[in-house]
Every structure is written in C-alpha cells, then in structure tokens.
C-alpha cells in the first residue's frame, strides 16, 4: 500500500442550521476530539435566503439596491445561526475550530479550495447539508482525491469508526480506500475484510482471496477478521449491507470505482446501491 497518514490532523465538515446538519458536525466533531484534529465548519448558502417574489419586479436602482441588500443581511443571519451552532462544539468536545462560508454566486471553486488542504471531509446524505448546490459528493471526490466520510441522515449510534467493515474486491480503489482510512483502521476495536464472491476471479486474489490484505493490515496493528462470502446472485451492495448488519458495523470502507466513461460518474454500480440504503456510515475513496 501507498503510504498513509497515521492520522487525520485536518477535517471539513459541511453542515447547515437543520437538525441534520447539527448532527452531522456533532459526528465531525467527536472525530476531531478522537485524533486530535483541527475541525474547519463549512457552510455554503444554498441560493438567496430572504426572497420574495416581488424581488423579479424590481425596478430602479434604488429597489434593485434594496432587494441586493435584504439578500445579502439574510445570507448573513443564515451564516451567523450556523456559526453559533458550530461554535458550541469547540467548547463542547476541547478541540480546535475555525468556520467558513461560501457565499451563494461564489461556490464554484470554494467548496473545492475548502477540501484541498483536508485529510478527511465529512457530508450528510441524502442531502450534503451545506455543501454548494453545484456541487455533490462525486464531484467534490473528483475534484479534490480527499477521501470522503458520508454519514446517512438516519444515522442515530453513538460511534463511527470502531466496527469497520472493510469491502475488498482486489481494486486499485479498494487499496486506495484502505490507505486513506488507515487512521480510523489502525485506532478500530475490530475490522473485518469482506471478500464478495472470489471464486468467480481467483485469479485477482491469489491463493488465499482476501489473506494478503489482511496480513499487510495486521502488520499495522489493525485487528483482523476476514470473511469470504458466495453471493448466490444476490447484489453485491445488499451482501455489504447485511454484513454490516450483522455485524454492528458503524463504518463500511470502500472504493469508488465504475466502468463508465464519463468522469462525473465514478460511483459504480455497488457503491451507489449502498449509498442509497446506507446501513452505516460509508468512507468512501478514489
């Protein structure tokens, strides 16, 4: 494997003023607390808070000054509601923050330029609370190569990151995915490597499908099990997620990889089947 952080020192998180959004930098929040990181609170404005549709009608530039205004002191509101939230988490978990906003017109490159210089960015889904609305997990995994943390708005445990659940297809992505969650694997009370169906390529796996990786993960002082499991023709998403159920999982870790051509597109089939139920936290990486 390439060689990884031993920690994550920079994390991002998007969030905004819903209960979601809350919950989603509380997670992001204890992470930080876990590895002593520094924790950076984004918020993009989504649009034009404050507007009426009288607004289309302006005219003059008086009017036109007034409806510019009244935009601009409600996008600041929205930004300082999501601040004090934020802020309470500093003093809440001891750790050290700071908070971004990215301005509606402005968020092109921002939510870019606000993951580049990060170990880790941590989203909410179904809906990436305060992500910019160009913008989507994909893109931002394009864009960046920053690993990304995707925490489903159903998410109500305690814990991210202590039972892992590591997918394991023989992929340039999967060994991507596992290096840049190193520090979380390294730090888990468990990890199990689940290999799907490898006796229809054994010849991606070597003798002992799986045992590779395994003995390489051990030899970071992670705590191993392997498991190799016959899908029987069921889906391949739906046998990562009941093996995340069964076993109390609270992180799956997987790649990003897909066969199609076009660049936005890099969620293959398994992982967009498995972000769309989400029965655990997923990293996902390219």
């Not at 969650?181 to 169906?197: G, R």
Request: proline content about 5%.
């Amino acid at each position: 494997m390439n060689a990884s952080p031993t920690t994550w020192k920079n994390i991002s998180v998007f969030l905004n003023d819903t209960p979601e959004g809350g919950k989603v930098g509380e997670y992001a929040a204890l992470l930080a607390q876990r590895f002593g990181a520094h924790l950076i609170g984004i918020h993009g404005i989504m649009g034009t808070p404050g507007d009426y549709a009288a607004d289309s009608f302006a005219m003059g530039k008086q009017a036109i000054d007034s409806v510019i205004a009244r935009r601009r002191a409600a996008e600041e509101e929205q930004g300082l509601s999501v601040a004090r939230r934020f802020a309470a988490l500093s003093g809440k978990h001891d750790i050290s923050t700071e908070f971004r906003v990215i301005w509606s017109g402005h968020d092109d490159g921002e939510a870019l330029h606000n993951s580049l210089h990060c170990d880790l960015v941590v989203l909410g889904h179904p809906k990436p609370h305060g992500l910019p609305e160009s913008w989507t997990a994909e893109r931002l995994l394009i864009a960046s190569g920053v690993p990304i943390l995707i925490i489903p708005d159903t998410w109500k445990a305690d814990t991210i990151g202590n039972k892992v659940l590591v997918a394991w297809n023989a992929s340039r992505e999967a060994r991507r995915a596992i290096s840049d969650a190193m520090p979380i694997l390294s730090t888990a009370q468990s990890v199990t490597v689940l290999v799907v169906d490898p006796t229809r390529t054994p010849q991606k796996y070597g003798e002992e499908p799986g045992a590779d990786i395994a003995t390489s993960l051990a030899r970071h002082g992670v705590n191993i099990d392997l498991e190799q499991v016959d899908s029987k023709g069921a889906p391949i998403a739906d046998i990562i997620g009941s093996k995340a159920t069964e076993l109390g999982a609270d992180l799956i870790v997987i790649g990003a990889y897909s066969h199609a051509r076009a660049t936005e597109m890099i969620f293959g089939g398994v992982t967009r089947t498995l972000l769309t139920r989400m029965p655990a936290p997923v990293l996902v990486s390219r």
